[in-house]
């Protein structure tokens, strides 16, 4: 019986839960104080909260491992089980959901080729529901299910208010063009370079350069361009739009109408900006 649930939901079988190695015993005797929590990476958590329909905060009460044909295409270092869960709370999804949901994830193995114990494990899961069976959810990508701590949490949160926002910031789908205006005194000038969105709603760019000054930029989202707004706020959903969303250079489809040197400073002014608002992901240090 259990193996043909398997076969009924086998695109379940690409996720994976994300565990760090236990401490050994001697040096757990050594922490003498709680250790603080490393920082949750926004653009991680956006990610995985964008593609999942569901966020659900849940404990595992089994989990069964899956051997033989069943666990083809599970990597020679980890192990593959069909996990059951009891719902701790529903952080994003819409409707009702089970007291105890089931799914499929692989698991990393520890450096002595053995499985981690999951039963009690609370973690955060990021998924989409099965069609006709409300019991089962889907993982959304390879490590989609996380060990739960208060700092995820949080971060998860955030960022589902974030995205439900009926203001939240679109996704850049592109550019669309960009121009510099040459001031009346040396060295002055502005860019504005505009962006094509998923939604079709207006999104701007406006780099200022002033006589002496260094330069500065805003980011508009909305019709009107407002010098006055400033950069986005990093680790918010409007930084996470421009850090992960733009190109890496402006195409030369959005200088079109400009001369050289318009051409140039405009192309200058925007790799201006994406230094600003740095990498996407800082742990690799690349952008989407």
Known sequence: MLATMFRLYPASASAALLL???????????????VEQPAVGYAEVADLV???????????????RIKGAEAA????NAARFYVEAEVGALIRGSGAMPARIGYLVDVPLDFRGRAPSLKKTRVLIFARPVAGRPDQVQLVQLDAQRSWSPAL???ARG??????????????????NAFHVVGTLPGEGETQIFLKTETGD?????????PNQPPRWAVSFGDIVNEGAGPPQRDTLGWYR?????????????????????????????????????PCHAESGAGA
Do not use: H, M
């Open 20 to 34: 760090f190695a236990p401490l050994s015993p001697a040096a757990a005797a050594q922490q003498s104080a709680p």
């Open 50 to 64: 964008l593609a999942a329909p569901l966020v659900i905060d849940a404990t595992i009460t089994s989990a069964t």
């Open 73 to 76: 295409g599970v990597a020679a």
């Open 153 to 155: 949490d949080a971060r």
């Open 159 to 176: 960022v589902v208010r974030e995205i439900l926002d009926r203001n939240a910031p679109p996704a850049i789908t592109g550019i669309g």
């Open 202 to 210: 207006p999104v701007s760019l406006l780099v200022l350069r002033r």
């Open 242 to 278: 421009l850090a992960c969303g733009l190109p890496r250079s402006l195409p030369a489809s959005a200088l079109e109408t400009q001369d050289e040197q318009g051409a140039r400073i405009a192309a200058e002014d925007y790799q201006f900006v994406l230094r600003s608002l740095g």
